[in-house]
Structures are given as structure tokens and as C-alpha cells.
């Protein structure tokens, strides 16, 4: 099990090396799509390969994990929101420096706020991770209907067919993070002889893979159709 | 055309359209000018007839009609006014006024009169007989001849060619020999002159003036409109094309949010009434750029506008 989780940080590393690449050489509408995937990385690195990095016990980083990939879909589906206004309205602004600068405000806004309140136990772990995952998965249904209206509005662009890989990147994170949030909220952890368990856990597993091979394969069609 | 004795020349060869005409006429008011002022126009001819200062006679004579008195004036006036005129002022003796009213104003005692049908001699001996006073017109397919009188009495011979009234008849008598000649016998009653009225005095000349004046100036600015809107959709159709030439490029490489693009890009054009040039595509096609590289990759879009910039050029530089 360690292999694959192994196995998903080299998927994330490269889906999130690429998406911030891509952040850095496209367009400013791009800039919070990118850095939201970007963030994934940060946000599933981080507990999910735990077991390669020192830290493992650290409840603040396991915490900031957490709050991390809450940010990245909260950014990544505001970036959309922007898009979809631009192909509506053609109007665009704001700068790709105030994106970053205002993610790694967010970031450490939320580091001070773990830091200042008590070290975080197993269960305001749990709910930071109930609530990272309740965003995660309405946020990606409210986003696949998002990027189907894009679609429309630009199928007829060169960039057009990459909205549909994010249709299917969402559908994937849609399964990872519902499985999670399945698992958690009916404390499946701790029923682990149901076989609701183990569909979920796979589940989870094999829409984490895939949400990690879509990203990346989605960016680097990205780039291939903005060449 | 109108023959006249040329007599004294006072001005020649004036463009009207530059002279204050109601002041030019009030001097010769003034200065009891004798003579007459004719103007020569494309649409015509005037002629102003001063007697001892009095305009006592004004014609303006076209193919198809002939003004007289006030109309003639305002007539004159306007076609002076175009610009495009000739004033001549010659000065003549007040006998000789007063004929040339009498041959442009004159009844007409007989028209067309072919001369081999009469004897031209008995004719003349008649006009003095009868004491007449007017004009004896004598024309051929190719020459003119005018015998202008007074109470009976010759006061001279004009003809086309010659520059001033000769006192003997012979030129006069050879167009009367000419094959097919006739003659128009035009005379004025014996009291006509002193009952002819000054036309400056009677009439507002300023007035009439100020109205052509004013007309020509409508006329002028309604000719500027127009050269302007016809400008003006000229621009707009340069504008069109241009538009729909764009929009067609856009439209086959981004598809309708290109175009919509290019809408956009294209109002935020700022010309301030000035012909849309190359030179104000600049700005419109870094705009459009930065808009296409949300949909669209670099090479796709310099292809996109490197399509756009050919055609524009060839738009702008051909109409």
C-alpha cells in the first residue's frame, strides 16, 4: 500500500509540477485553475506520502493538509467562475502576482490561525477534513456544470476540447473525494468489515489515481492546444 | 448670345462673384455712369443698363428664358455668386443706353423678316420717316448687324467683329446680302424713355443681395453636408469591410467568441472622426491578442492576425 501511495505522489508531483508550469506561462485567467491543481499537490503530498517525510506525527502539518486542499478547490473554482464570466462578458483583469500572492496570503493566514488556537486532535482533524471534503465534492459537481457552459461558449476555440478533460478530471476527483467523505462521515474507519468500506476505499484510491493522471494529462493537452 | 456695341471699356474680363456688386452699382449711381454691365455666366447672360445713373434696364437672357427688371437682377446676382462669371462695363452714349434698351426690351414691329422679301432701303427710309426710335437687327446664319436710331436718325452701325458703333453701313448692308438674312425691327414709343424707372431706386438691390447671399451660402453649406455624409458612409462602408473581414478570420480561428472579440475590440476603437488607418489597428490587434490567449494558442492567433493585418491592408489601401 506505501508502493501506491508512492506511486500517486509521483502522479501528484508531475500533475502539480505541470500545473504550476502552465500557471506561469499562460494567460492571467489561467493563473487560479493552475494554482488550485497546484495546491492539490501540496494538500495530498502532504498526508498522503507522510510516510516518506519527516513530520508524520506533526498534527499541524497533517492539519495544514487539510486546509491546503480546501483552498485549492476554492481557488481552482474561482478561477473557472472567472473564465466562465470571460466568455460571457469578454472582460478580464486582476494579475497573475496578486493570484499568487493572494494564495500564499490565504496559506499563511491559515497557518497563524492553527498556530494560535490549540494543536489540533484526531477529531478537528477529521471535521477540517469533512469540510475539505464536502467542498471538494460539491464544488466539482457545481464545477462540471461550470465548464459545460464554458464549453458551449467556446467550442468552437482551439482550447475548447481541454474543458472537457476538466469535465472528466472533476468526475474523478469527484469519486476520490466523495469516497472520503463517505468513509468519513459514516466513520467507515472503523468498519472496516463492511463491504461499503471497501468499495469505498478503492474507490478512493482508484479516483485519487486517476484525478492525479487526468490533472497531469489534462495540463500537458493544455499546453499541446495553446501551442 | 446677346450682341452688344462694346463703347467704352470701363472694366473688362471682372470675375462678379468677387466684386460687392450693390456697392459696384451704387458707385456708378453715383458717378451718373452711362454704359452697360454685362455679365457673362455658363447658365447665361445679364445686362445692367445705366442711363446718366440710372439703371433703367436689367435682362437676363438663358436658352430657354428671359428675366427681366427685378428677376434678372436677383438672377444676376445669383449666378454671380457661383463664381464662375465674367463682368464687362462699357461706357456708351445716353442715345446709344438707350437703344440697347430698346433692342432688348423694344417691341417688336417685325420678327424674322426675310430681307429678300423686302427692300432693306425703303425699310430704313421708313424708320426715319416715321421718326422711329429702336433697332434694326440684321442676322444671317453667320453674322449680326444692329442699326440703332434715334427720332429717325441713325445713331450708328454695330456688328459681330467690330469693337465699337461705325457710322457707315456698309458691313451692315453685306449682311444683308447674305443668302437667307432676315431682319427684326424692334422700336421703343416716344415717351418710353422718360417713363423707364430706376430699378435702384425701386428696388432694395442690398436686399435682393443679402437674399442670394444667404441662398448661396444655405446652398454651400448644404453642399458641405452632403460631401460630408457621403464621407461619412464612405468611411462607414471602409469601416464595414474591415469589420466583416476580421470577423470572418476570427470567426474560422476562435469561432463565434472570436468574433465577439473582435466586436468588442473594434467599438473600443477611438478614431475621432478621422478615416480608420493602419496605423490605428495597432492598437486593436495587441488588444485582440490578449483576449485570443485565453482561447487560443500563440501560433494560431499570430496566424489569426497575420490573416486580419493582410486583408485590413489591402481594405484601407484600396478605397
Redesign the interface.
Given at each position: 500500500m506505501e508502493q501506491l501511495h508512492l506511486v500517486l505522489a509521483v502522479f501528484w508531483l508531475i500533475a502539480g509540477g505541470v500545473a504550476f508550469y502552465f500557471s506561469i506561462g499562460?494567460?492571467r485567467?489561467?493563473t487560479s485553475i493552475a494554482v488550485g491543481f497546484f495546491l492539490i499537490l501540496l494538500g495530498e503530498i502532504i498526508p498522503g506520502a507522510l510516510p516518506f517525510l519527516p513530520g508524520l506525527d506533526n498534527p499541524y502539518v497533517l492539519t495544514m493538509g487539510h486546509i491546503i486542499g480546501t483552498i485549492a478547490i476554492l481557488v481552482m473554482s474561482h478561477g473557472f467562475q472567472e473564465?466562465y464570466v470571460?466568455?460571457r462578458t469578454?472582460d478580464?483583469e486582476g494579475s497573475k502576482l496578486f493570484v499568487y500572492l493572494s494564495v500564499v496570503g490565504v496559506i499563511i493566514a491559515s497557518m497563524v490561525f492553527l498556530l494560535i488556537n490549540p494543536a489540533p486532535g484526531e477529531d478537528v482533524r477529521r471535521i477540517i477534513r469533512v469540510v475539505e471534503n464536502t467542498n471538494w465534492v460539491f464544488l466539482s459537481l457545481i464545477n462540471i456544470d461550470l465548464i459545460r457552459k464554458i464549453y458551449l461558449?467556446?467550442?468552437?476555440?482551439?482550447?475548447?476540447k481541454g474543458f472537457i478533460a476538466f469535465m472528466v478530471v472533476f468526475a474523478c476527483i469527484f469519486l476520490w473525494k466523495g469516497s472520503q467523505l463517505y468513509i468519513d462521515v459514516y466513520d467507515l474507519e472503523n468498519k472496516k468489515d463492511l463491504i461499503n468500506y471497501t468499495i469505498s476505499y478503492y474507490t478512493n484510491l482508484g479516483g485519487n489515481l486517476l484525478a492525479s493522471i487526468s490533472v497531469g494529462a489534462t495540463f500537458l493537452y493544455l499546453a499541446k492546444?495553446?501551442? | 448670345m446677346i450682341l452688344l456695341p462694346r463703347g467704352n471699356p470701363v472694366k473688362e474680363n471682372v470675375n462678379p462673384g468677387k466684386v460687392n456688386l450693390p456697392d459696384a452699382l451704387d458707385k456708378l449711381r453715383q458717378g451718373k455712369f452711362t454704359g452697360y454691365l454685362r455679365f457673362d455666366f455658363p447658365e447665361g447672360t445679364g445686362i445692367f443698363i445705366f442711363q446718366a445713373g440710372r439703371l433703367i434696364s436689367s435682362l437676363f437672357e438663358t436658352g430657354r428664358e428671359n428675366l427681366i427688371a427685378y428677376d434678372a437682377i436677383a438672377r444676376t446676382f445669383h449666378e454671380s455668386l457661383k463664381g464662375d462669371g465674367r463682368l464687362d462695363i462699357y461706357r456708351l452714349s445716353p442715345e446709344l443706353a438707350f437703344s440697347i434698351h430698346a433692342l432688348l426690351h423694344g417691341e417688336m414691329l417685325h420678327r424674322g423678316q426675310d430681307l429678300q422679301l423686302i427692300d432693306i432701303r425703303s425699310l430704313l427710309t421708313r424708320m426715319r420717316d416715321e421718326q422711329r426710335s429702336g433697332c434694326l437687327r440684321i442676322y444671317s446664319d453667320d453674322h449680326i448687324a444692329l442699326i440703332f436710331y434715334r427720332d429717325g436718325k441713325p445713331l450708328g452701325f454695330f456688328h459681330d467683329g467690330s469693337t465699337d458703333i461705325e457710322t457707315t453701313a456698309d458691313t451692315s448692308m453685306s449682311v444683308a446680302r447674305a443668302p437667307g438674312a432676315k431682319v427684326d425691327v424692334l422700336i421703343t414709343r416716344g415717351d418710353a424713355e422718360k417713363s423707364l424707372a430706376d430699378l435702384m431706386e425701386t428696388a432694395n438691390i442690398a436686399g435682393l443681395w443679402n437674399k442670394e447671399v444667404g441662398e448661396r451660402q444655405r446652398q454651400r453649406e448644404e453642399q458641405e453636408n452632403a460631401a460630408s455624409r457621403t464621407l461619412e458612409m464612405r468611411e462607414g462602408e471602409r469601416r464595414q469591410k474591415t469589420l466583416a473581414l476580421f470577423q470572418k478570420a476570427a470567426?474560422q480561428?476562435?469561432?463565434?467568441?472570436?468574433v465577439?472579440?473582435v466586436d468588442?475590440e473594434f467599438d473600443r476603437l477611438k478614431l475621432n472622426g478621422v478615416p480608420l488607418g493602419e496605423g490605428h489597428l495597432t492598437g486593436f490587434y495587441d488588444n485582440l491578442a490578449?483576449?485570443a490567449?485565453?482561447?487560443?494558442?500563440?501560433?494560431?492567433i499570430e496566424l489569426m492576425l497575420d490573416e486580419m493585418k493582410k486583408g485590413a491592408r489591402s481594405v484601407l489601401k484600396g478605397s
Open positions: 499562460n494567460a485567467v489561467w473564465y470571460f466568455t469578454l478580464f461558449n467556446i467550442q468552437e476555440t482551439p482550447i475548447s492546444l495553446l501551442r | 470567426q480561428h476562435l469561432g463565434k467568441i472570436g465577439s472579440l468588442k490578449k483576449a490567449k485565453l482561447v487560443a494558442g500563440p501560433s494560431k
